[in-house]
């Protein structure tokens, strides 16, 4: 009751400020006169009211829809900008895992793994929520196996042998490709 009060309040004011009569806002010890200032209160708790009751009015219809006011609601808009995470995390699973911080990861891991169970602890429960944190937590330890392979499982070495053998695999394909530039070229000018 105090917060809806409250609301009423700040939008009166905020309707007052933008759509008072020119003037009315003036209020200093020379110009006002008590008559025109009632006057003018009158005007503006009339508008207000309808204004107010137009939004009550349009607050009753989106609460009454229940697919209106499921996503009206946080229950919604928390989720879905919270995806950005588990799309993130998704994504880096292609990028090499140089790049992957562990502390960050078993930051996330934990994270998701609590309010994967605080989506399931609130009434009503959210599975929206609890999708979301389901997909990061499963992306983040794929993103965490993928970290410590690296970092201290060997793959760091492994990367680098590859690295290695592609170096001196492409070294090998230049000097076949020169030595057939140079076979075409010899062939071409003896006849």
């Known amino acids: 009751m105090r917060t809806q009060k409250l609301f009423h309040f700040l939008v009166s004011k905020w309707y007052y400020w933008h759509f008072a009569p020119?003037?009315?806002c003036q209020f200093s010890h020379a110009?006002?006169?008590?008559?025109?200032?009632?006057?003018?209160l009158t005007l503006f708790n009339l508008q207000s009211a309808k204004m107010l009751g137009a939004i009550a009015?349009?607050?009753?219809?989106?609460r009454s829809n229940k697919v209106l006011d499921y996503i009206c609601?946080?229950?919604?808009?928390?989720?879905?900008?919270n995806f950005g995470i588990p799309m993130a995390a998704i994504t880096d699973i292609r990028k090499d895992p140089e790049i992957i911080s562990g502390q960050m990861t078993g930051a996330l891991v934990v994270y998701s793994a609590v309010f994967m169970r605080y989506s399931l602890a609130v009434t009503p429960?959210?599975?929206?929520?609890?999708?979301?944190h389901f997909?990061?937590?499963?992306?983040?330890?794929?993103?965490?196996?993928?970290?410590?392979?690296?970092?201290?499982?060997?793959?760091?070495?492994?990367?680098?042998?590859?690295?290695?053998a592609a170096g001196?695999?492409?070294?090998?394909?230049e000097d076949s490709v020169s030595k057939a530039v140079s076979n075409i070229k010899s062939s071409a000018g003896t006849n």
């Not at 110009?31 to 003018?40: C, E």
């Not at 009015?57 to 989106?62: D, F, G, H």
């Not at 429960?125 to 979301?132: D, H, M, T, V």
């Not at 001196?168 to 394909?173: H, S």
């Open 168 to 173: 001196q695999a492409a070294g090998k394909a």
């Open 125 to 132: 429960k959210n599975y929206l929520l609890f999708a979301c």
């Open 22 to 24: 020119a003037g009315c």
């Open 135 to 164: 997909i990061n937590e499963c992306s983040q330890l794929t993103q965490g196996y993928r970290y410590l392979q690296f970092h201290h499982w060997g793959g760091r070495e492994i990367a680098q042998k590859a690295r290695e």
């Open 73 to 81: 609601s946080t229950h919604f808009w928390g989720p879905v900008s």
């Open 57 to 62: 009015s349009l607050n009753a219809r989106i």
């Open 31 to 40: 110009n006002v006169q008590s008559n025109n200032q009632s006057q003018y």
